[in-house]
């Protein structure tokens, strides 16, 4: 789910994600990543949450039998790539 957070003339986005593997939902703010509860993300539909609106839902249809590296045939090369080059440079630091 992507969030904005402040006014039409300018504000921030972010997403909620719920986890295929764990179940559990995370905030995906920049850098900054944490566990939330389903209250937090129940809360940005219909302006509960101050200025914060859920903007736009994207749903994905997955095989929860699905062993990992089957799920991993979806992903494309190019993004499989930058996460690799990504994992390395988490490693180097």
């Known amino acids: ?3 904005h957070s402040g006014s039409a003339v300018g504000g921030h ?7 295929s593997e764990d ?4 905030n995906y703010n920049d850098s900054d990543v944490r566990e939330i509860t389903l ?3 129940a809360s940005v539909f219909g302006g509960k949450h101050g ?3 859920a903007y736009m839902l994207k749903y994905r249809q997955y095989d929860p039998t699905a062993t990992a590296a089957e ?3 979806f992903i494309p090369e190019y993004l499989k790539a ?3 080059q990504d994992t390395n ?5």
Do not use: F
């Open 1 to 3: 789910m992507l969030v």
């Open 13 to 19: 986005y972010y997403a909620y994600i719920k986890s």
């Open 23 to 26: 179940g559990k939902w995370r």
């Open 39 to 41: 209250e937090d993300v």
């Open 51 to 53: 200025n914060a609106t």
């Open 71 to 73: 799920m991993e045939d």
């Open 82 to 84: 930058e996460i690799d």
């Open 89 to 93: 440079k988490m490693i180097d630091e």
